[in-house]
């Protein structure tokens, strides 16, 4: 996706600027039409990912295919092909029904405890209300990593990618709270935009957690 540089005549006697000893060829710049395609692939990959979670049940197996195709982008500079990616999400949706079925009834049982405190029906009142924010921000967090942990592992492995990412949490709280936030604004701008963006804002906010990830812990040797 980087434009090639062209070289130009080598006037130096055999030895061009860019093969001179001792000096580093200068990092080709990203122009706007880089930034564009960017722009442009994240968002094919939200709206694939919102169609193929459609059905709940394949909701992880959606994410995680997801997930594996950011990492490729970020790690080897190009995104997989769709052969490739069928293949993952194919692989990916035995484990990935118990993923989506356990996910979706923690959702729902946090929901109903923050309208019940919400509304006045459980003791506790506000304080109770700000502390079980925190823990869903926190439990939010972690599963952000868990999300770029299987990605980095092809889109396989949920136990071991929630090991790692819990390492992760251990090692790094600052990548912890890092990936709550992100999860947090993605919550929140979903909230704010039309309907019809939130699928192009799920791509977004999967490279968010990869960019965040990366930056603060890199993945480990075999999975970058």
């Known amino acids: 996706m980087t434009p090639h540089r062209a070289s130009g005549p080598d006037r130096s006697g055999g030895q061009g600027r860019d093969a001179a000893p001792g000096r580093d060829a200068a990092p080709t710049r990203r122009d706007w039409r880089d930034v564009l395609t960017d722009a442009t ?7 694939a990912l919102t169609l ?3 059905p709940v049940l394949t909701a992880a197996a959606a994410v995680a295919t997801a997930s594996a195709a950011v990492h490729h982008r970020y790690a080897d500079g190009s995104w997989p092909s769709a052969r490739e990616n069928l293949t993952r999400f194919g692989r990916a949706l035995p484990a990935g029904a118990g993923v989506s079925l ?30 079980t924010t925190l823990v869903a921000a926190a439990l939010t967090g972690y599963a952000g990593l868990v999300v770029v942990q299987i990605g ?11 090991r790692r990412a819990a390492e992760v949490c251990h090692a790094h709280p600052g990548t912890w709270a890092a990936a709550g936030g992100a999860s947090a604004v993605a919550a929140l ?3 704010m935009v039309t309907p019809v963006a939130v699928p192009i804002l799920a791509g977004y906010a999967l ?10 812990a890199p993945a480990p040797v075999g999975q970058s």
């Open 41 to 47: 692939d994240l968002a094919v990959v939200g709206i």
């Open 189 to 191: 701008l979903a909230v």
């Open 52 to 54: 193929a979670a459609l």
């Open 152 to 162: 980095r592992a092809g889109g396989r492995g949920w136990r071991e990618a929630a």
């Open 102 to 131: 356990l996910t979706v009834a923690a959702l729902a049982l946090l929901a109903l405890d923050v309208a019940a405190l919400a509304g006045g029906r459980v003791p506790g009142g506000a304080p109770l209300l700000l502390v």
């Open 207 to 216: 490279a968010a957690l990869h960019a965040v990830a990366r930056r603060t």
